[in-house]
């Protein structure tokens, strides 16, 4: 049996993982910590699994280190500089291991894996993610993974910039720019996670589009991350491809 503690336990995904977890024969759920409850609960842990907010996930892995706890961690807001923030807190600990999902959906992490295999083949690439209302932050972590990606599998291949001939625009209209890839963020009530890649060349549009139609699609790769994070050969690992075998 491996120990689970969840910490943001009472959200909206952290209430599913607690019930993944309970459901599972292998697993046991022995912490779940949301605002206001003290941490020190989650040392009967071997796995601490955290869905909080952007605002808050950075102090709570640095305890988790800090504790000797492995973490997955499916809350977004990690770019470069706090990935590298997490490698120093890692380098100054000795024990415990890092797995940082933008996205646990199968489907997602499929779609992310092939827009980056598609990005060199095509001039120009937008991406669009849309998503319920109450999300904290924009864009998604999902769709800043996948313009990284396909920026470097740009670059790597020696394809410029997608052409855009604006020049007079309102603020905001042609979305974030990601490391040179727009990206465009919808809220919409009705909507859970959504995202599609768009990709355009001469004459053809190829369009990779995922949805997850409700917070139970994050769970197989919520396990299956939470069954391996102790044994992956690196202290720190970004996504699950390699636990999916891409
Ligand atoms: N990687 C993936 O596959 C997925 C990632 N996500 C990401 O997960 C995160 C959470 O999303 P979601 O569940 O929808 O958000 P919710 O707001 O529903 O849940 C977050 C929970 O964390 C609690 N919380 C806030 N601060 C702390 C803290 N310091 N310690 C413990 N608990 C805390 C919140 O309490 P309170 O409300 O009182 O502040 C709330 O109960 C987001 O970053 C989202 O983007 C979501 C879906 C899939
Ligand atoms: O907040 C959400 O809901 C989601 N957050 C993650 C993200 O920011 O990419 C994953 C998924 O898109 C759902």
């Known amino acids: 049996m491996i120990k689970v503690g969840v910490l943001g336990a009472r959200g909206r995904m952290g209430a599913e993982v607690c019930r993944a977890v309970e459901g599972a024969d292998d697993l046991e759920l022995v912490a779940a910590v949301d605002q206001g409850d003290a941490r020190e609960a989650l040392t009967s842990a071997e796995v601490v699994v955290d869905f909080t907010h952007p605002a808050v996930v950075m102090d709570n892995l640095r305890w988790c280190i800090e504790q000797g706890l492995h973490a997955v961690v499916g809350t977004s807001g990690f770019d470069a500089e706090r990935l590298e923030q997490v490698r120093a807190w890692l380098r100054d600990n000795p024990r415990g291991n890092v797995l940082i999902g933008p996205n646990f959906g199968i489907g997602a992490v499929l779609m992310m894996d092939f ?89 053809e549009v190829f369009t990779i589009r995922h949805d997850s139609m409700n917070r139970e699609s994050f769970m197989p790769g919520v396990l299956l991350a939470v069954r391996r994070v102790a044994d992956l050969p690196d202290r720190l690992t970004v996504g699950i491809e390699s636990l999916l075998g891409l």
Not at 141 to 150: C, F, K, M, P, Q
Not at 165 to 176: F, K, L, N, P, V
Not at 179 to 189: E, K, T
């Open 115 to 203: 827009a980056r295999r598609a990005a060199p083949f095509f001039e120009s690439v937008e991406i669009v993610e849309l998503h319920h209302p109450n999300k904290a932050d924009a864009p998604s972590g999902t769709a800043y993974r996948t313009a990284e990606l396909v920026a470097e599998a740009r670059a790597k291949a020696g394809v410029g910039p997608s052409p855009d001939a604006t020049t007079s625009q309102i603020d905001g209209a042609r979305g974030a720019d990601v490391q040179g890839v727009r990206v465009h963020a919808v809220r919409l009530s009705g909507l859970v996670a959504h995202q599609e890649v768009l990709l355009g060349g001469h004459g």
